[in-house]
């Protein structure tokens, strides 16, 4: 496994595609509902298999220089505990 900020398309489209499956999916939310207007100032992190399939991500934003929030984090159903 491997913690990653997504940096590419491909890397973004896996960490987006889990944040909508785990997060919106099950209440019936569209695709594109997994972002929001913050997403251009989070800091984003993926953590993927050895096959590159995302397994977590979530984001961080900050509320202010010393303050941070953790936001939209999701899990891959088969790797929680």
Known sequence: ??????KTAAD???YYRLR???L????????GS?????E???IHAMIYDDNKQALAVCCLLM?????GQLRFMA???NVQK
């Open 1 to 6: 496994m491997q913690i990653i900020e997504p």
């Open 12 to 14: 973004f489209e896996a």
């Open 20 to 22: 909508w499956e785990i």
């Open 24 to 31: 919106r999916a099950p209440w019936g939310k569209p695709v």
């Open 34 to 38: 997994e972002k929001s207007e913050q």
């Open 40 to 42: 251009n100032e989070a």
């Open 63 to 67: 509320n202010t220089p010393e303050i």
């Open 75 to 77: 899990v891959r159903t």
